[in-house]
């Protein structure tokens, strides 16, 4: 019996080893986007940054395509309201990944209020792999995750890489960089932006709010993960607001589908492309692309027309001056403004667009 007992032992303690090792190692190879690299989007910062936030202490979460970390400036609206929020965007991230972005980040957060914008809705073409593995790695493997893995039109998703990120990094030891020891060991920092991206490129643009977009539909897929993601929305006692964050390439067709949407679930439609006035935002200043990107001149004044609302609609608390970490990170956020300032004639390296050009 003694016997028996040690072996299991000794086979337990194998398999605990096995696994410690092999989670390690996995974290160490897998691939990784931080703050102020080449990619135009930090996602591996985003959800770090995320989810080292002392819980249940955001009041509001933005969450959608680049649309969101682009044109969502988290710190200045705290600057402005003393409301904190975040803005959780990941790269032409569907509708469907949307989805497990929020559930992911409802395990340690409940925001009051939830802004939705509706790109993820109608950027309807197979992601590239790459880019899916930039927020599917970030999310933690349940019932939910594994069955969007098994269904995604996504072909060249590898069932076992996506599961498993090691199997699909292993061989990139050849490239590893400091960075990646520097993200295990914990030693490297993030810039506190919340999820924010920062560009104070300049592209002139027309919008398209007032003409129609051709071969347009919404598909069945993302239909259902719109439904999952307004139930979750509803069983976690959460407001739901559905928007458009202002974007030269939206079209007239996209704005009456996502009103459609609204109406169907009682929900709250804002298309902020027709109060581009009100805003105060400049077509031939405020976006750093002609067809989808705020900048951080046209982010600011959002932030100062969405705080506006928030304060006129909702009875959110002040935290500046209580809340000490976001009131430091706010001092470091301006000192990364003068960093970012300095990059200001270097065009952000868009690999697709959210929203296509005919």
């Known amino acids: 019996m003694k016997k028996v007992l040690r072996k299991g032992l000794k ?18 190879l897998r691939g990784k986007w931080f703050v102020g690299g080449k990619e135009n989007a930090a996602t591996t910062s985003t959800y770090r940054e995320y989810r080292s936030l002392e819980e249940d202490t955001l009041d509001v979460l933005f969450i959608g395509t680049s649309h969101t970390y682009y044109g969502i400036d988290p710190m200045n609206l705290y600057e402005k309201t003393g409301i904190t929020s975040y803005a959780l965007g990941g790269p032409s991230l569907r509708m469907d990944m949307v ?12 925001p009051k209020v939830i802004f939705l914008d509706m790109s993820s809705i109608h950027y309807q073409k197979p992601m590239v792999e790459a880019r899916m593995h930039m927020v599917l790695d970030e999310i933690t493997l349940d019932g939910e995750k594994l069955d969007f893995i098994l269904n995604t039109d996504a072909e060249d998703l590898g069932t076992l890489g996506a599961i498993f990120p090691f199997f699909r990094y292993h061989d990139r030891w050849k490239g590893l960089k400091e960075t990646d020891f520097q993200y295990i060991s914990g030693e490297s920092q993030d810039p506190p932006v919340r999820g924010h991206n920062v560009s104070y490129y300049q592209v002139p643009a027309t919008m398209k709010i007032g ?57 709250k439609y804002w298309e902020l492309c ?60 301006h000192e990364y403004l003068k960093k970012a300032w300095d990059t200001r004639f270097e065009a952000p390296a868009f690999e697709a667009e959210e929203v296509q050009e005919e």
């Open 11 to 28: 086979f337990f303690c194998f398999v605990l080893i096995f696994a410690v090792l092999f989670l390690w190692l996995q974290e160490l």
């Open 99 to 110: 989805y497990l972005s929020l559930r992911e980040a409802l395990r340690t957060q409940k």
């Open 211 to 267: 003409k129609v977009k051709q071969s347009f539909a919404v598909s069945d897929r993302f239909t259902d993960y719109f439904d999952r993601f307004v139930k979750l929305c509803e069983d976690e006692g959460i407001e739901l607001i559905i928007y458009k964050i202002p974007a030269p390439g939206w079209h007239k067709n996209m704005s009456e589908a996502s009103r459609q949407l609204a109406d169907k679930y009682g929900l």
């Open 274 to 333: 027709e109060e581009i006035d009100a805003i105060g935002l400049d077509l031939e200043t405020d976006f750093c692309d002609a067809t989808d990107h705020l900048n951080q001149y046209g982010a600011e004044k959002l932030a100062t027309y969405l705080g506006d609302y928030l304060k006129q609609n909702y009875d959110f608390a002040d935290r500046r001056g209580q809340c000490e970490r976001w009131d430091n990170d706010l001092k470091e956020y």
